[in-house]
């Protein structure tokens, strides 16, 4: 096995509940993750999949460390990153990134596209933001003049080449992607999943893929982790997971997708 | 296929420059009172008083929309009122604006305790009856144009707050919000930057409101003889003169009237018009 | 025999030379599911919009016929349109979250309608609710009936508005990608669901959908869509056999099989893309001259 980019042992996650918080005192927590250990090799695009409620957009949000966990611990090559306040974090920020399910909500709609990538390269101080930003552009396919719109007057396939545009000038270490594709058609899910597909193997990246869809991610993972209600109940390589699923709920959600075949059986 | 929205072209439109132009002449006529005045708006002649406006058998040339008991010209009167107008909805809508939307923001925001802290104190101030604590205000401080502005400044920054805090609530759960935190923005930079430009256009409507309802509140306070002591022409002190001699010369009373309807109206049609011009986001 | 038909229907963003739908013609008969397949921005929610009479303010129809039943919907006044849509139609909307009332228990939600479209007594209308909530599989409906939404899940509550689209025993029912929001095993005990009552009470459905897998499932006959025109009307089997249009080949190639996690996947083609605008653009101009 090659080197660990990240190691998570024993992670657990609690909010408070405050649909039943009493009148006086703490809400009751609601625990989201129960428990996971797992490692993402260096290089490595691992799918994780799972129902609404499994806890796989949470589990997400702590890789990147927008929440702190509650238990356990979380290693980033190495380097304890569990409870790091956000002034330590800043300086490993620029190396794990995120693109996120709704690009409209998470591209900022005042924001041109030029000014939504180049952004996050200013904070860091890069150096040649202008050139980084073109860069990143080329990247993704999209002509330099694309710089100035605005994300609602772009498609959701574009919109989402943008989150992944603003991902990568960073030159990150690591991606999360959550759900990037669940709000896109056919067509437009091709083509981001194969443009994802080249950038990992031409930026060296390692991915983490979030989505509720197995037929979606099956070409691009190596590796799939299915959660159900905050446990990992299997992890395997894709095609062991799609040939033999070991978990009866893991037959069910590859039972569950339609294919485009009248011929077949739904039981 | 792109979003259907940009297909949807926008132009100024008649209320952005019917709006503009009338603030645009008011600002005029307040910079320039001196200049443009036809007569001293403080000079009193009773040979000439409640003359007519312009049109009306026995005007008299020169006072165009006629004279007041005492013999002052309206226009003119009304043209350096424009001037105290002007001062109180610029200087007390924006300083009620940065300090009711900055608590706001910030509340909205941070949420946690910051937020706590702010609403309760919201909560608690607008328990306080305004007119009253306006008036109690100035019997404190004393009638006068600064009095005017703190007792604006007071009683409306809560409108303010408590808007722009639902705004920021609502903007901060967006994922923009999480993807500047996963790129290492700090939470003061995160609110200015992302935060900010979503709620500024709310911010400049209701900024133009405010301004509209600081015209009025002075105009009531002139009116009730709160305001500004001295002879200083203002339109709710013309309005309340004008009151006693309305059968025999309505003119005193119409013309500042207008002058302040219309003022009011375009602050508030000017805020609406902006957002509907240059917001990038059409909602 | 057909209950749903349009003839050559077209619509616009009002006042704007900017068509939404170009001439779609489609039929759908008791009993029969028809897809309505496309991207975004196709047009096909449009079409379900238009037959129900929701259509945006934004949006005008700028000719052709809605026949239901026979009878041309555009010929009819407001108030009889409004009346006949209400009295033969019903809506399983797209997002089960926001289609029920935050602050109304479930009965008065689904009986409503029963009592002040079709004149029903309030204990009949609760009877048929508390029938349908169990025909779709609710446990305890009685209970349901008396809860708030934000107390059932998501599956849950599609189920009850697929109850409440049955209730009035509709002719005709327009689902609108009635399963995007929820998880695909719930997906599938939804799809199931919809097709069951559907072939059980004989109704004609309009499916709109952006999966040619669920189409495959649900559907007996489907229009594909682009650019508010219809490229190709076929029977399911047919079209799963052989697509007869090209951009309707490559949207079936692009939709993902997890059968062979080798192959690669297929965006729609530039071309295919460029082919199908030509296309539109000739069905414009042709328009233009008469």
Known sequence: MSEELYRVEGLRLSLPDLNRKPLWGPAPRNEILKGLDFGIAKGEIIGIVGGSGSGKSTLGRCLVRLLEPTAGRLLFEGQDITHLNDAALRPLRRRFQMIFQDPMSSLNPRHRVGQLIAAPLRLHGVADVRGRV??????????????????HEMSGGQRQRVGIARAIALRPDFILADEIVSGLDVSSQAQVLNLLERLVKELGLTLAFISHDLSVIR??????????????????????????????????????????DPDQVWA | MADARSLVKRRAGPRLWLSAGWIG??????????????QDPLAQDLFLGRMPPFWMAGAEPGYWLGTDSLGRDVLSRIIFGARIALSVALVAGGITC??????????????????????????????????????LLIAVMGPGLISIIVAIVVIDWTRFARVIRAEAMGQGVMDYVASARVVGR?????????????????????????????????????????????????????????????????????????????????????????????????? | ?????????????????????????????????????????????????????????????????ILLGGEDLQRLSDKDRRHRIGQTCALIPQDPLTALNPSRRIAPQITDRLVDILGWERARAVARAEELLDEVRIQ????????????????MRQRILIASAFAAAPKLIVADEPTTALDVTVQKQILKLIRDMQARHGTALLFVTHDLGIVSKVCNRLSVLYG?????????????????????????????????????????????????????????RERAHV
Request: proline fraction near 7%; glycine fraction near 8%; include cysteine.
């Open chain 1, 134 to 151: 073109a860069e990143a552009l080329d990247l993704v396919g999209f002509p330099q003049d694309m710089a100035s719109r605005y994300p």
């Open chain 1, 219 to 260: 070409r691009l993972c190596s590796r799939i982790m299915v959660l159900y209600q905050g446990e990992i109940i299997e992890a395997s390589d894709t095609a062991a997971l799609f040939g033999q699923p070991r978990a009866a709920y893991t037959r069910e959600l590859l039972d569950a997708i339609p294919l485009p």
């Open chain 2, 25 to 38: 002449l008011v600002v005029l006529a307040a910079v320039f009172a001196p200049l443009i005045a036809p």
């Open chain 2, 98 to 135: 940065i300090l009711g939307a900055g608590l706001g923001l910030m509340a909205g925001y941070m949420r946690g305790w910051v937020d706590t802290v702010i609403s309760r104190f919201i909560d608690i101030w607008m328990a306080f009856p305004p007119v009253l604590f306006s008036i």
């Open chain 2, 186 to 283: 700090g939470r003061i930079s995160t609110m200015l930057t992302e935060i900010l430009p979503n709620v500024l256009p709310t911010i400049v409507v209701l900024l133009t409101l405010e301004m509209g309802i600081a015209v009025i509140i002075e105009a009531i306070l002139s009116f009730v003889n709160l305001s500004i002591p001295t002879d200083d022409p203002t339109w709710g002190g013309m309005i309340s003169e004008g009151r006693i001699s309305i059968n025999q010369a309505w003119w005193v009373l119409v013309f500042p009237l207008i002058a302040l309807f219309l003022t009011v109206l375009a602050f508030s049609q000017l805020g609406e018009g902006l957002k509907n011009r240059y917001d990038p986001v059409l909602r």
């Open chain 3, 1 to 65: 025999m057909t209950y749903l038909e349009l003839k050559g229907l077209s619509a616009r963003i009002t006042r704007q030379n900017h068509p939404l739908l170009r001439s779609v013609s489609l039929s759908v008969a008791p009993g029969e599911v028809r897809g309505l397949v496309g991207e975004s921005g196709a047009g096909k929610s449009m079409i379900g919009k238009a037959v129900l009479g929701i259509l945006p303010k934004a949006v005008e129809v700028t000719g052709g016929e």
């Open chain 3, 140 to 155: 305890d409906p009685a209970r349901v009936m008396r809860a708030y939404p934000h107390e059932l899940s998501g599956g």
């Open chain 3, 228 to 284: 508010g025109m219809v490229v190709e009307d076929n029977d399911v089997p047919g079209f799963f056999a052989g697509p007869r249009h090209a951009y309707s080949r490559a949207l079936l190639a692009a939709t993902p099989k997890y059968t062979d996690p080798s192959a690669s996947l297929t965006p729609v083609p530039d071309q295919v893309i460029a082919d199908v605008r030509a296309e539109i653009d000739a069905f414009d």
